[in-house]
């Protein structure tokens, strides 16, 4: 797997760095395109059609069509485990888990995912950190958040409680991927003093267009039928999206996502982030140039959702930081290539930087 590393980077040359990221724009410019491609209007077809489809049922008011609520019982024997625990923070029970000895790693998943999201890093570098990951409100088995306040310091507080109910008091490494990467960074900002590394895995923070799935909060009877009708072809037809290798999207896969998205009360609060991102994705975060620890971008170079010119606005703010763009990779780097990212990962939070590979572009 192809990666891009400029050298004038690993020197730390700001103004070297600011030429590097325009040669690498001119060559995302000449890269596959997906989010304008082929695929991309197979799934717009399909995501129509599917809407289309059900707005027609909700219309006709076709109650057999609807899709009800999981029980919470049901889910927890089936996507907890031996090492999951519930914690009361504020009125929510967030479902977590805590393993390993060691420095503190903080993980943090995306939008409409779980903690399951970094199995992978438990395997390959479990046995280095005390790793700490929880279903963030809104999501997985945690579900919605009592307050039904999702912002940035909600979810912070979240983290501030979590972190003191588990009694950590070491410095911290921080990651997370998406929505996930929103909150790290956020959290970076409000507690300097205990992040001592930063990993951000697609994390958005400046102006961008949202996907249409996240838009669609917004359109006409989306509070109705985004919570009433979740039909699994459209979770399918997402993560396919999401991962460059689509032959990684397993049945098993698309349960775990389809399933945790039917606990009760996840669907109304989804809508409530895709309502907040909207927002916060017409304007430039404000803050980010004041993080201040070393960080490390994880980012996959095909990921439609938090594209690479967000990547690159990254490095125009925060000009040392280290980074890993990936090729034939989608939006979730941990889910597709768990053991590159891993590695990868767990090399930063050891030495502070990222090797530099033979076969690296250059």
């Given at each position: 797997m192809t990666l891009i590393v400029m050298p004038s980077h690993e020197a730390g040359n700001t103004n070297s760095t600011g030429r590097g990221i325009v040669q690498m724009q001119a060559r995302m410019q000449q890269g596959t395109g997906r989010a304008t491609g082929e695929a991309y209007r197979q799934w717009l077809k399909l995501a129509m059609f599917g809407l289309l489809a059900l707005l027609a049922i909700h219309l006709g008011g076709c109650q057999s069509m609807r899709t009800p609520d999981m029980s919470l019982d049901v889910l927890k024997q089936k996507y907890?485990?031996?090492?999951?625990?519930?914690?009361?923070?504020?009125?929510?029970?967030?479902?977590?888990?805590?393993?390993?000895?060691?420095?503190?790693?903080?993980?943090m998943h995306g939008m409409a995912s779980s903690l399951h999201t970094w199995d992978g890093w438990q395997t390959y570098i479990g046995d280095h950190y005390r790793i700490i990951r929880f279903d963030v409100p809104g999501f997985g088995l945690t579900g919605p958040l009592a307050s039904g306040e999702y912002k940035a310091e909600t979810y912070v507080r979240i983290i501030e409680q979590l972190l003191k109910k588990l009694d950590v008091k070491e410095k911290i490494t921080l990651a997370g991927n998406s929505l996930g990467g929103f909150i790290a960074w956020n959290y970076a900002i409000a507690h300097p003093e205990q992040v001592d590394r930063l990993i951000l895995l697609d994390a958005p923070a400046f102006k961008q267009d949202v996907p249409l799935v996240v838009k669609m909060a917004n359109w006409p009877g989306a509070e109705s039928i985004g919570t009433q009708y979740s039909p699994r072809f459209l979770v399918s037809a997402n993560l396919r999206r999401l991962y460059a290798n689509q032959g990684m999207v397993t049945d098993e896969l698309v349960d775990r996502y389809y399933d945790l998205t039917l606990r009760p009360g996840n669907r109304p609060a989804m809508l409530r982030v895709f309502r907040a991102m909207i927002d916060g994705a017409k304007q430039d975060a404000a803050g980010v140039e004041k993080i201040s620890m070393p960080t490390l971008l994880m980012w996959g170079k095909e990921d439609p959702w938090v594209p690479m010119s967000i990547a690159l606005r990254w490095l125009q703010v925060l000009p040392q930081a280290q980074y890993r763009f990936y090729d034939g990779v989608g939006h979730m780097p941990m889910e597709e290539i768990p053991m590159e990212s891993a590695l990868d990962a767990h090399r930063f939070i050891q030495t502070g930087s990222v090797e530099v590979r033979d076969n690296d572009a250059r």
């Open positions: 907890a485990n031996q090492h999951s625990r519930f914690i009361d923070i504020d009125g929510t029970m967030v479902h977590y888990r805590d393993q390993g000895k060691g420095q503190p790693l903080v993980l």
